[in-house]
């Protein structure tokens, strides 16, 4: 997440570029649309992963999600980010895989329940990687949904707060204070573990 | 420290918006009160620098997570390949083929739906020997498996040459059972008795299999039970048993009328085990 001016500055920019070659897209320079999916296929799949907790489920999600946007890019903002609009597309079919396993139980098309998912990636992990993955997996149990949807936007998708509001249509100030309790207990939690940033 | 959120009137701290003050994420004058604040609050000058540690440890350690899950990561080239392939065949913005058509397909149904309405409600309002001509025609050309040949009916309607596949008799018939006085079993027997002089018993046969479940389940046991056939009433019984009971017998139901179907499958069962009296049957009595 960029926080300092140039940063801001850069982050601009980019968001110019990214709306002009979408504006191009539309006009009918369709290759244009794999540099959209090379830049943020990574995201929504680690999003989907996330909440899924399946990979192989989470490659059929982020398929489904860029189609969906491909279909509906004409009805794209320019004046808003790429990046959170399939995002949002990506979450609403997530969460409708996940009631789908609710009502039929989950299948997982890789093989792995979620919990395997969690010991495979600690187990990858530096031992230093793993101690702080390992506490912010813990305390992330900590939060209601409603607080960990929006602290796992902002600091594991990198969200502005507008785009958190955008996403999962809320208001500025209900997500600024949901994140704020958020990040209260988190560091609180992770204090109580021993850990300091 | 305690941490109170701080973010409404003018003493109060800025914990709450530091975050967002560090990404430059603040309304100008929001920004211009948290700086005005800090300028005189050493508490949020040391909470703002708090806040940039922990935000960066907090970005850290989703890093962190995802650095020791790369493995599970897809083939990228070919996740976008995948995309690409299936978005390159039309232009942004185009939906799949059924889509582009679906206007058309739905045009295309309620014109079918108002043809299918004015010609099912047509033939009652015409009575005379153009309709009766139009419903035999249609009816024998039915069992020969042939189109009628509009050139042997100069007096037919043009929509009963158009729609030679739908056998009108049994239709109209059945469309009958379903209206005011479906129960009134003497009457639909009558009815039948005029239409199966009309018709030829294949093509009424025909058109009985194509009918819904339900409507076939109640022409089936009028009929059972009019002609005292057990043979015809346990194929209904059946019909009954193993599609309609199943699903509750809801199917067809009309406010004041519960459980008709079930009653006509009652009349079956006692048409089996003992001779049923025509008083006795379902509707009778209305």
């Not at chain 1, 808003?80 to 609403?92: D, E, H, L, M, S």
């Not at chain 2, 239709?171 to 079993?185: H, P, T």
Request: negative net charge; charged residues 30%.
């Amino acid at each position: 997440m960029k926080r300092d001016p140039a940063g801001i500055d850069e982050e601009r920019a980019e968001a110019e570029e990214e709306a002009a070659l979408i504006a191009r897209i539309a006009a009918g320079e369709s290759h244009g649309f794999g540099l959209l999916v090379d830049r943020y296929q990574r995201r929504v799949w680690w999003m989907c992963l996330r909440m899924l907790g399946d990979p192989d489920e989470a490659d059929e999600v982020v398929q489904e999600a860029f189609v969906r946007a491909w279909e509906r890019l004409t009805e794209f903002d320019p004046a808003q980010r790429f990046y959170p609009w399939v995002f949002t597309i990506a979450r609403n079919r997530c969460l409708n895989a996940i009631r789908r396993r609710r009502t039929w139980g989950f299948v997982s098309l890789s093989g792995d329940d979620p919990p395997a998912l969690a010991a495979r990636e600690a187990a990858g992990a530096r031992v230093e990687d793993r101690e702080l993955g390992g506490a912010l997996e813990q305390c992330l149990e900590t939060l209601s949904d409603e607080q960990r949807e929006v602290f796992d936007l902002r600091h594991g998708e990198g969200f502005k707060y507008a785009e958190i509001a955008a996403a999962l249509e809320i208001s500025h100030g209900t997500v600024m204070s949901r994140l704020h309790r958020a990040r209260e207990k988190m560091r609180e939690c992770l204090e109580g573990k021993g850990m300091t940033p | 420290m305690k941490r109170d959120p701080g973010a409404s009137g003018g003493d109060a701290h800025v914990e709450a918006l530091l975050d967002a003050f560090r990404s430059g994420e603040l309304e100008d004058a929001e920004r211009a009160r948290v700086e005005e604040h800090l300028a005189g609050c050493a508490r949020c000058r040391e909470e703002l620098a708090a806040t940039g540690a922990w935000s960066d440890a907090f970005d850290r350690a989703y890093a962190a997570r995802r650095a020791a899950a790369a493995e599970l990561e897809p083939d990228w080239a070919a996740q976008r390949a995948a995309i690409v392939a299936r978005t390159s065949a039309r232009a942004p913005g185009g939906r799949p083929a059924f889509w582009r058509w679906a206007p058309q397909i739905a045009l295309a149904a309620v014109a079918a739906l108002i043809v299918g309405i004015v010609w099912r409600e047509n033939p009652r309002e015409e009575p005379g020997m153009a309709s009766r001509a139009s419903e035999r025609v249609v009816a024998d050309s039915a069992v020969a498996g042939s189109p009628a040949e509009p050139a042997e009916a100069p007096d037919v309607p043009a929509r009963a040459r158009e729609m030679p596949a739908a056998p009108p008799p049994p239709a109209a018939r059945e469309e009958r059972l379903e209206e005011d006085g479906a129960d009134d079993f003497a009457k639909a027997r009558d009815e039948d008795a005029v239409l199966h002089e009309a018709v030829p018993q294949a093509a009424v046969g025909a058109a009985q299999a194509a009918l819904p479940p339900l409507q076939r389940f109640q022409l089936e046991a009028r009929e059972a039970l009019g002609a005292r056939d057990t043979a015809a009433a346990r194929r209904a019984l059946d019909l009954w048993s193993d599609t309609l009971a199943p699903r509750g017998d809801t199917l067809g139901q009309r406010p004041g009328r519960p459980g008709q179907p079930a009653a006509l499958a009652d009349s079956l069962r006692d048409l089996l085990e003992t001779p049923v009296r025509a008083d006795s049957l379902p509707g009778a009595a209305e």
